[in-house]
């Protein structure tokens, strides 16, 4: 398949996924077959130690090694790699519904968003899919937050399900290595004016396998700390804060 041919890009970031990435990558091929697009799938390795390299390459996709770790990491490696118009990106632990691949793509590919997120909290959660504490308070209390000190309409803050336009990816120069890539992604998204549309999916649980490389408090915290650092600590550092949050 030709660079230039490429319309759109499936990037997964993936951290020891063996038994959960042959069942998104058989949905990702599945759904995107269906659009009868030339499109790639990207998995982007974050220096996994079992089999989830050449099971992917198995199914297909091509493999970015991404030495440092973490999740934003490894995101914005895959996605700077990618070579469709449209990036849709979503974990790999087979909770997200790649199903629903048109419904990410469609808007940025008709020139009517730059940007679409998956918001998991319409009441389409089924059991077990995110913990109780994540579901009723921290999301929620994270996305108040944003609403309240930017002028970005989101209700779903930390969606691991998105679609960016590839050309303009760029301009955001993310930093980000954790989690908190999610919420960074936001805000200069948002300081670029970006056009954004949020769209309601499901959210299934995790495969058994899949070990959870969220740490509710710790990542929350640095959630918050990205959100308050954008609005008031432009140009300067809170040094105590900031301590606090590398630290906690």
Not at 114 to 120: A, F, T, Y
Not at 175 to 189: H, T, V
Request: proline share 6%; net charge positive; aromatic share 12%.
């Amino acid at each position: 398949m030709s660079e230039e041919k490429i319309i759109f890009s499936v990037v997964i970031p993936c951290l020891n996924e063996a038994l959960s990435l042959p069942g998104c990558l058989s949905e990702i091929r599945k759904a995107a077959d269906v659009l009868n697009l030339p499109y790639e799938i990207v998995v982007a390795d974050n220096n996994s130690t079992d089999d989830s390299a050449r099971i992917a390459r198995e199914y297909g996709a091509r493999v970015v090694s991404v030495a440092k770790r973490g999740y934003g990491s490894a995101l914005h490696a895959g996605i700077l790699a990618a070579r469709g118009q449209v990036v849709v990106f979503a974990d790999a632990d087979g909770s997200y519904p790649f199903c629903d691949l048109a419904r990410f793509i469609t808007p940025v590919l008709n020139n009517q968003a730059d940007m679409v997120l998956g918001n998991r909290l319409n009441n389409t959660l089924q059991k077990d899919a995110m913990p109780w504490l994540n579901r009723w308070f921290g999301t929620p209390f994270l996305s108040f937050v944003l609403r309240t000190l930017y002028p970005i309409a989101v209700y779903d803050c930390n969606g691991g399900m998105r679609a960016v336009k590839r050309s303009l990816y760029e301009e955001l120069s993310l930093k980000q290595p954790g989690m908190e890539f999610a919420s960074e992604m936001l805000l200069r998204a948002g300081k670029k004016n970006w056009r954004y549309v949020e769209i309601p999916i499901s959210l299934r649980p995790a495969h058994p396998s899949h070990k959870p490389h969220l740490r509710p408090f710790k990542d929350g915290f640095r959630h918050l700390f990205t959100l308050l650092k954008f609005r008031f600590l432009i140009k300067n550092k809170l040094f105590g804060f900031a301590f606090f949050c590398r630290f906690c």
